[in-house]
């Protein structure tokens, strides 16, 4: 329906309750009609004058989970957060990175070519300098100076994609939750100091003429939507020894979070355990040598033969489902005879891996398999970026609707 824009109210929300670090909290307004364009405004830290902010996520990396809740019944929901914005932020063009993201993020993707590859000693072929024309944001103590960003929730809840309206006639305690990170290694990854999260606010734009809003709730049936479900499983670390300096691992997983739901799209991520990055955290998905990753479906293998089984066939993947990437070069270079590419920090920290489902789901599982590296200048082997423990995390699109009853009362249901 078409409505003009002086029948819409732009409010400015500010949470019921807000403890620094840890918990906000929003809520709108019962008997109302929103638009489902929520934005959050005034995302940050401050802190030590000069930190700096994730490189891959900006000022999101604050965010730990957020939540759409009406009372107690989870509308919508995102665990993780920074980590899926983080694979969001990789999930876009170099250009809107550079040109966009870097100023309302406050993030530090996309990435210039500066010289030739000559210039860099001992650098792989393809070499390219990142941010040779921009600075990473940087902190002040002052919640007026320090940067900030706003975030369209829209973009990142498919309940609000979904529908083009919030009836809170409906939805009678709507309300917004978020939860903080508390590891500063992914918020301010190159000097852990102490922070304090910025106080934020909500925008929303409101129907305020009777007559449209009995139109549209009349017409308003509910909604069907993918939301973005998370679990994860644990990888062991591996050890190496002099006399088997490449053991192999594999392992297979029986995941029951997916059971009984139909998933689209299902999003990989290798997060670290023992090592951190300097500019990311451990918010990005990190490589490993010689992995393999195949699914098997209700007793099915998704993929032919052992999966995918290389950086080149895992890429095709990814951008055949999520669209370009802000790739650079020469991430996914491993050389055979080191342990790790050091000489550049997001080298092999942004490799995510995705499959298509779209099957119901009775049994599901992971199997995930790498090579080790000995590192005779190293301790402890286990710790080491390609022999660590890993957090596996599956982020998987799930069909599900919710069904207004003529009476107003509503059901949430897995289809």
């Given amino acids: 329906m078409a409505f003009y824009t002086n029948n819409i109210i732009n409010s400015e929300i500010q949470p019921v309750s807000h403890q620094k670090n840890y918990r906000t909290e929003f809520r709108l307004e019962p008997d109302n009609l929103y638009l489902s364009n929520l934005r959050l405004v005034n995302i940050g830290v401050t802190g030590k004058v000069g930190n700096k902010l994730n490189q891959l996520v900006g000022a999101l990396g604050v965010i730990k989970s957020i939540s759409l809740l009406d009372g107690n019944e989870t509308l919508d929901t995102l665990n993780n957060f920074n980590q899926y914005a983080g694979f969001r932020c990789y999930n876009r063009t170099n250009d809107e990175n550079i040109s966009q ?17 000559l210039d860099y000693v001992g650098g792989p072929a393809g070499y390219v300098q990142v941010g ?8 002040t103590d002052n919640v007026d100076t320090t940067p900030t960003m706003w975030v369209s929730l829209k973009d990142y809840f498919p309940f609000l994609e979904g529908s083009e309206y919030v009836p809170t006639s409906i939805y009678k305690n709507f309300r917004i939750v978020i939860e903080y990170e508390n590891d500063v290694d992914n918020i301010t990854p190159e000097d852990t100091d102490a922070f304090e999260t910025t106080i934020p606010f909500l925008v929303a734009d409101m129907i305020d003429n009777d007559n449209v809003k009995s139109q549209i709730l009349e017409n308003y049936n509910g909604v069907r939507f993918s939301p973005i479900e998370n679990s994860r499983v644990v990888l062991n670390a591996i050890v190496p020894t002099v006399g088997n300096p490449n053991p192999t691992q594999s392992q297979t997983f029986t995941i029951n979070a997916f059971n009984d739901k139909t998933i689209e799209r299902l999003l990989l991520v290798k997060e670290p355990v023992s090592t951190s990055s300097d500019t ?8 490993q040598y010689l992995e393999s990753t195949q699914y098997n479906i209700n007793g099915a293998n998704l993929l032919q033969g052992a999966g995918l089984t290389s950086r080149n066939m895992t890429l095709a993947m990814l951008y055949d489902l999520y669209g370009d990437c802000n790739n650079i070069a020469p991430n996914g270079y491993l050389a055979e005879s080191e342990n790790y590419i050091t000489d550049l920090d997001l080298v092999n920290r942004l490799e995510y ?11 599901f599982q992971l199997q995930y398999g790498r090579t080790g590296q000995f590192d005779a200048a190293e301790a402890d082997q286990s710790v080491l970026p390609l022999n660590q423990r890993l957090n596996l995390q599956l982020y998987a699109e799930v069909r599900k609707e919710i069904s207004v009853n003529s009476d107003g009362s509503y059901a949430i249901a897995y289809v």
């Fill in 101 to 117: 993201n870097y100023r309302l993020k406050k993030n530090y993707m996309g990435f210039v070519n500066l010289g030739s590859t």
């Fill in 132 to 139: 040779a024309l921009r600075n990473p944001s940087e902190l």
């Fill in 280 to 287: 990311i955290g451990r918010l990005g998905s990190i490589g």
């Fill in 353 to 363: 891996t995705a499959v298509h489902i779209g099957d119901y789901v009775q049994n």
